[in-house]
């Protein structure tokens, strides 16, 4: 008894040094996505004038990219005994390529945009590998019952993080002319210095050590985990929703920059108040999901996000689509919170690395599709038309999610009453 107590204690206090060293971790990933990532197509349609097709690829191409990664990372990952390495590894790669994008604008002209373009593309071999594996990673070092808690902890504070780093690089772009490369130099910089931190954290995590793998555990693909039906429910629901909801990311930036004029100021000011309601609904979706499930609640997070699309077009006014921004905020955090949470809840530990492996992998191609065929709307029958496609599409997808919480629902209740008779 006084054993496993020990243990108890050992594994609470492994869990909570684990917890702090995400979150530090995660402010860095947060930074770098804030003030390099999140300004990549206003600095190709500002400074180096690339095409709406050229846009759309910087959506879809990582993903084109990103699922040919993952088959190669899911491979990697489930021979690995210990993931921690190969994680930050991943992500020194990945902000290696920010270094890169610095030196775009010493190419000739005529260059710039399609190598760019490429840098961002190519840019997610790495991410992809980071992305599964730190998945992976932190599924198994967050213990079940602490989830719903403490990611939802951790989003609130990184979005806290990100709003204030997106607010000052936006102060900073106003000083500078819409189509200077100067500041977008200076974030590229910046946010590889920030990535060598991101790194150290990752690596200072505390990995428990497993048995080694047996042969008959080391598979590629994992073509068994469809079998488990919990898993292949979510999959459908999961990638449904995705192809809606991604297929209209290029699309708001068209809008934003090239419809409604905004500036970089304005770009993040969009981000800012998207961030705001992050923040001030995090914590209730955490709430609400151990309440009612994550299926059940993400139910209402697809009817929210379905509306985004849709409002974004009535106005070009730049304080409305500041309002449409923080509105659309509040579903953002469920959307994020909720999605990653009733995948690990679908999986168990002995299939959780193949399942998100084929997950991811699945995704890239809905990622790939999504952005090309939102474009193709928008070059075919206008924003309107796309915009609003996008729309009926996402709130469609709460039909999906409606089926995948009945069926969870009536699955739980099944073991409930199984565990009764063996009593």
């Not at 000052?168 to 990535?195: E, K, R």
């Not at 509306?307 to 659309?328: E, G, H, K, R």
Request: hydrophobic share 50%; glycine share 6%.
């Amino acid at each position: 008894m006084k054993n496993r107590k020990k243990r108890t204690n050992v594994d609470q206090q492994l869990s909570r040094t684990n917890e702090k060293l995400s979150i530090r971790n995660g402010i860095a990933t947060t930074v770098i996505l804030n003030i390099s990532n999140n300004y990549f197509a206003l600095f190709a349609i500002s400074v180096l004038g690339v095409t709406n097709y050229q846009v759309g690829l910087m959506s879809s191409l990582p993903q084109f990219i990103g699922m040919f990664a993952m088959i190669l990372g899911s491979f990697i990952l489930n021979q690995l005994n210990e993931k921690k390495k190969f994680t930050a590894y991943s992500f020194l790669f990945t902000r290696i390529f920010l270094l890169l994008m610095f030196f775009v604008m010493y190419l000739p002209a005529e260059y710039r945009g399609w190598v760019f373009v490429l840098l961002v593309g190519l840019m997610n071999l790495p991410g992809s590998f980071a992305n599964l594996s730190w998945q992976s990673f932190i599924g198994d070092l967050i213990p079940d019952q602490r989830r719903n808690s403490f990611f939802s902890e951790r989003n609130r504070v990184l979005t806290i993080v990100g709003m204030i780093a997106t607010f000052l690089i936006g102060i900073m772009l106003q000083q500078f002319q819409a189509d200077s490369h100067l500041p977008f130099q200076f974030l590229f910089l910046v946010g590889f210095v920030v990535g060598i931190i991101e790194v150290y954290y990752l690596l200072k995590h505390k990995e428990p050590k497993r048995e080694k793998i047996k042969e008959g555990r080391k598979v590629i693909f994992g073509w068994h985990v469809f079998k488990h039906k919990p898993f292949v429910y979510f999959l459908i629901c999961g990638l449904f929703f995705n192809f809606a909801w991604q297929m209209a990311w290029s699309l708001f930036s068209i809008y934003q920059i090239k419809y409604a004029l905004a500036t970089g100021l304005w770009i993040s000011l969009f981000a800012v108040a998207n961030q705001i309601a992050q923040i001030a609904s995090f914590k209730w979706w955490g709430k609400m999901a151990d309440k009612h499930s994550n299926a059940k609640m993400l139910i209402l997070v697809a009817l929210g996000m379905g509306s985004a699309p849709f409002l974004t077009i009535l106005s070009t006014n730049l304080y409305y689509l500041v309002a449409v921004n923080a509105f659309s905020g509040l579903f953002v955090s469920g959307t994020v919170l909720l999605l990653f949470n009733q995948l690990l809840e679908v999986t168990t530990e002995d299939n959780r690395s193949i399942c998100i492996s084929n997950y991811n992998i699945l995704l890239a191609i809905i990622a790939f599709i999504a952005p090309q065929f939102g474009v193709f709307l928008l070059e075919t029958w206008g924003m309107t038309t796309a915009m609003t496609l996008s729309s009926i599409l996402r709130s469609g997808s709460a039909i999906f999610f409606i089926g995948l919480f009945l069926y969870l629902k009536s699955k739980k209740s099944l073991e409930n009453q199984q565990k009764g008779f063996v009593v």
